[in-house]
């Protein structure tokens, strides 16, 4: 999300055009269901917590919100338009083996274990509903498994095309600090906390409600922070190791 501060251009090509070339794609192949990646930052600066899929989204707080905003406004169309089957996923900060390096888990891991400072954005007073990478896998093959129906009925998010939206999360919205000694924990080191303000763009708080895909697909995930952060400990370990 802070990336596409600086680099803008980058997000239109990928997440604006790119998400365009596979549902045209998907148009001219007739494909079956087409799931694709949302985000949580979409709520921006609207919403209420815990998000629903119904809530309004016109306040992105960063382009990379934007972009995936649009994203599922182009699916909107093309379900209209062409009947095309999509499953819209906002996921809630994703983490667990194979992760991104940029995110936090991995940051905060390889800068404790490493003795190197961490920033702690707005002083740790922030929240996010993570979600361990188990979980969001089975929500993905629920949702591939099951594609909406071409019934005009009305689907999670407010389509009557075959095409819903869900959130992907944890249910839970946890403390940053909080996640941080846990992180230390499972490091068995302290961490050097340097306090930082609030950075442009982002979200002081994301919890997801999950309602919607419970009720449809069955979701329920199970990974807790205090389950999965020394997961990803043990796994970053071992892949340094390795490396």
Not at 38 to 50: E, M, N, T
Not at 72 to 84: K, P
Not at 125 to 143: H, K, L, Q
Not at 181 to 201: F, S, T, V, W, Y
Request: charged share 20%; with cysteine.
């Amino acid at each position: 999300m802070r990336y596409s501060i600086d680099n803008p251009r980058v997000y239109i090509h990928s997440n604006i055009a790119g998400h365009l070339n596979l549902l045209e794609l998907g148009r001219q192949r007739g494909v079956a269901h087409l799931v694709y990646a949302s985000s949580s930052s979409i709520y921006g600066g609207d919403a209420s917590v815990p998000f629903k899929v119904d809530d309004r989204a016109d306040r992105p707080l960063s382009l990379y919100a934007a972009t995936k905003r649009a994203d599922e406004l182009m699916s909107e169309t093309y379900a209209h338009l062409y009947r095309l089957p999509q499953t819209g996923l906002r996921f809630f900060t994703v983490y667990g083996p194979w992760g991104r390096p940029d995110m936090a888990m991995w940051l905060f891991t390889s800068a404790i274990l490493e003795g190197r400072p961490i920033q702690v954005f707005n002083h740790g007073d922030m929240r996010r509903d993570f979600t361990y990478i188990d979980d969001i896998v089975a929500g993905i093959v629920a949702c591939l498994d099951h594609p909406p129906a071409d019934d005009g009925s009305i689907k999670a998010g407010g389509s009557p095309a075959p095409h819903r939206l869900y959130n992907i999360g944890n249910h839970r919205s946890e403390r940053l600090d909080r996640l941080i000694d846990l992180i230390e924990a499972a490091c068995g080191k302290p961490a050097i906390r340097i306090n930082a303000p609030m950075q442009p763009g982002d979200m002081p708080d994301t919890f997801a409600d999950i309602s919607a895909i419970q009720h449809d697909l069955g979701f329920a995930p199970t990974t807790s922070i205090d389950v999965g952060v020394p997961r990803f400990v043990d796994w970053y370990r071992g892949y340094i190791e390795r490396c």
